[in-house]
């Protein structure tokens, strides 16, 4: 019988992480000229069909990441690039494609292609080295792009702890009837009746099957901005955000940058971020770490490079020296 693992509230610390490391870019500029910078040290590959993946948000809400920098990135970067979404395995703003795209279009996603990618079907990816799945259900329009820039809103998660590059493309590329539902619900179960560490592993599975079908042409940035403990999926209900604002990550690996994401958080004090670590612990979300190294999608062990400061090599705790508590 397969089991998941267990420990997975229990947080890392670097030096006892094992293996290579990986380069983890970081800038404090939280503007579209930071999203711009940011990306241009990760985006060489991102060519040909690029898709965006990003959490386009339920209505009005209130933390995603700003549509001016998205639209400003797309303009003077990726001019022929689509935002891509699936369909929520949730009734809601985003349940169906109708309401999907009533939705994109409160939101403001309006300066650019957006493409749901299950709106006409599914397809199967495999999973290589999976204990949970041979293969994934992802959007079929998935197939249909030579490349992929993950561009995530990093936060918490009601269910995942925290949702960083992973669970944008291990829960947001699966399609909202299959994909979601093999990853969040056992046969005869209630709709959510997989979680903790196993529910972590399942979605890292079907990240990295979207992972090896883009191979070298997919790279991924997180934003650690109004980081409340909910997701985007829970629109204007998201619990007030309360940590601290840090800056923008990116990084060809996809396991360094939401190790970095988690150890930026970690370097905060207790009183910047009591909030978001009891959300991680609580959910055993650090499994999604260990998880991701142990399949051998990435190292989570990096050199994270200041960009803001010659590309001076710092640590978590220099990222975050003189953090203000935030404002909404």
Same mark, same amino acid.
């Given at each position: 019988?397969?089991?998941?693992?267990t420990?997975g509230?229990?947080?890392i610390?670097?030096?006892?992480?094992?293996?290579?490391?990986?380069?983890?870019?970081?800038?404090?500029?939280?503007?579209?000229?930071?999203?711009?910078?940011a990306f241009?040290?990760?985006?060489?590959?991102?060519?040909?069909?690029?898709?965006?993946k990003?959490h386009?948000?339920?209505?009005?809400?209130?933390?995603?990441?700003?549509?001016?920098?998205?639209?400003?990135?797309?303009?003077?970067?990726?001019p022929?690039?689509?935002?891509?979404e699936?369909n929520?395995?949730?009734?809601?703003?985003?349940?169906?494609?109708?309401q999907?795209?009533?939705? *994109?279009?409160?939101?403001?996603w309006?300066?650019?292609?957006?493409?749901?990618? #299950?709106? !006409? =079907? $599914?397809?199967?990816? /495999? @999973?290589?080295?999976?204990?949970?799945?041979?293969?994934?259900?992802v959007?079929?329009?998935?197939?249909n792009?030579?490349?992929?820039?993950?561009l995530?809103h990093?936060?918490?998660?009601?269910?995942g702890?925290?949702?960083?590059s992973n669970?944008?493309?291990?829960?947001?590329?699966?399609?909202?009837?299959?994909?979601k539902?093999?990853?969040?619900t056992?046969?005869?179960?209630?709709?959510?009746?997989?979680?903790?560490?196993e529910?972590?592993?399942?979605?890292?599975e079907?990240?990295k099957?979207t992972?090896?079908?883009?191979?070298?042409? *997919?790279?991924?940035?997180n934003?650690l901005?109004?980081?409340?403990?909910?997701? #985007?999926? !829970? =629109? $204007?209900a998201?619990? /007030? @955000?309360?940590?601290?604002?840090?800056?923008?990550?990116?990084?060809?690996d996809?396991?360094?940058?939401?190790?970095a994401s988690?150890?930026?958080?970690?370097?905060?004090?207790?009183?910047?971020?009591h909030?978001?670590?009891?959300?991680?612990?609580?959910?055993?979300?650090?499994?999604?770490?260990?998880?991701?190294h142990?399949?051998?999608m990435?190292n989570?062990?990096?050199e994270?490079?200041d960009i803001?400061?010659?590309?001076?090599?710092?640590?978590?705790?220099?990222?975050?020296?003189?953090?203000?508590?935030?404002?909404?």
């Amino acid at each position: 019988m397969t089991e998941a693992a267990t420990g997975g509230e229990r947080y890392i610390p670097f030096e006892e992480r094992d293996g290579e490391t990986s380069t983890v870019y970081f800038t404090r500029d939280l503007s579209a000229e930071g999203l711009r910078r940011a990306f241009e040290r990760v985006g060489g590959n991102i060519t040909g069909k690029v898709a965006i993946k990003l959490h386009t948000g339920e209505p009005d809400g209130p933390n995603i990441i700003p549509r001016p920098w998205v639209q400003a990135l797309i303009e003077e970067k990726l001019p022929d690039a689509t935002i891509v979404e699936t369909n929520a395995y949730y009734e809601g703003g985003r349940y169906t494609t109708e309401q999907h795209r009533e939705t *994109i279009a409160t939101n403001g996603w309006t300066f650019a292609p957006v493409d749901i990618m #299950d709106e !006409e =079907g $599914t397809a199967e990816i /495999p @999973v290589a080295g999976g204990k949970w799945f041979d293969h994934m259900t992802v959007g079929s329009h998935m197939l249909n792009y030579d490349s992929m820039l993950v561009l995530t809103h990093f936060k918490g998660h009601a269910m995942g702890g925290f949702g960083g590059s992973n669970k944008n493309i291990g829960i947001g590329c699966a399609d909202g009837r299959i994909g979601k539902r093999d990853i969040h619900t056992r046969p005869g179960g209630g709709q959510w009746s997989i979680d903790r560490e196993e529910l972590h592993e399942r979605f890292s599975e079907s990240a990295k099957a979207t992972c090896d079908y883009f191979g070298q042409g *997919i790279t991924f940035v997180n934003v650690l901005r109004n980081m409340s403990v909910s997701c #985007d999926c !829970e =629109g $204007t209900a998201a619990a /007030p @955000v309360v940590t601290p604002n840090v800056g923008i990550l990116a990084s060809t690996d996809i396991v360094a940058i939401d190790a970095a994401s988690v150890d930026l958080v970690y370097a905060m004090s207790a009183e910047d971020n009591h909030d978001l670590v009891e959300r991680i612990e609580t959910r055993h979300g650090h499994r999604q770490i260990s998880y991701m190294h142990e399949l051998g999608m990435g190292n989570w062990r990096y050199e994270l490079v200041d960009i803001d400061n010659g590309d001076a090599v710092i640590q978590p705790a220099d990222a975050v020296e003189g953090v203000v508590p935030f404002e909404a």
